[in-house]
């Protein structure tokens, strides 16, 4: 089976346009469950290795130099990476999570200082 690793943003300068900030190809994928979390590890076509654990209400991600920690409700303070050696510390706020057999996805705000600066949406579509 292969997963494609989709991340999208939406604008909030009003028009509500929903784009890509990026896609990978179809990959191959290994899936285990441990606790309550599904564990899916894949690397992209570009090389960079990604682990997710995943379960209604939590989201550990190291995807390349990223590394988040979402729960669900709950405000939790994050450093999002601008490039391997310097990051900027955001807030990140886990609005939704969806599993089924051939989609996991999940809705999630980055905020500074309490303000909503994007609304993002990840995606692992399965086939």
Same mark, same amino acid.
């Given at each position: &089976? #292969?997963?494609?690793?989709?991340? &999208?943003?939406? $604008?909030?300068?009003?028009?509500?346009?929903?784009? *890509?900030?990026? /896609?990978? /190809?179809?990959?191959?994928?290994?899936?285990?469950? %441990?606790?309550? =979390?599904?564990?899916? !590890? =894949?690397?992209? %076509?570009? !090389? =960079?290795?990604? %682990?997710?654990?995943?379960?209604?209400?939590?989201?550990?991600?190291?995807?390349?130099?990223?590394?988040?920690?979402?729960?669900?409700?709950?405000?939790?303070?994050?450093?999002? &990476?601008? !490039? /391997?050696?310097?990051?900027?510390?955001?807030? =990140?706020?886990?609005?939704?999570? #969806?599993?089924?057999? *051939?989609?996991?996805?999940? $809705?999630?705000?980055?905020?500074? !200082?309490?303000?909503?600066?994007?609304?993002? #949406?990840?995606? &692992?579509?399965?086939?």
């Amino acid at each position: &089976m #292969q997963l494609k690793y989709r991340l &999208m943003t939406k $604008s909030l300068n009003g028009d509500d346009e929903i784009e *890509n900030v990026f /896609e990978t /190809e179809y990959v191959d994928y290994t899936e285990k469950t %441990e606790d309550e =979390f599904i564990v899916i !590890n =894949f690397t992209d %076509e570009k !090389n =960079f290795s990604c %682990e997710a654990k995943i379960s209604h209400s939590n989201i550990h991600l190291a995807y390349a130099a990223q590394k988040l920690y979402l729960r669900k409700h709950r405000r939790i303070p994050n450093k999002l &990476m601008l !490039n /391997e050696n310097e990051g900027v510390d955001l807030d =990140f706020y886990l609005k939704d999570v #969806q599993i089924s057999s *051939n989609l996991i996805s999940f $809705s999630y705000d980055i905020l500074s !200082n309490g303000e909503i600066l994007a609304e993002n #949406q990840a995606e &692992m579509l399965i086939k």
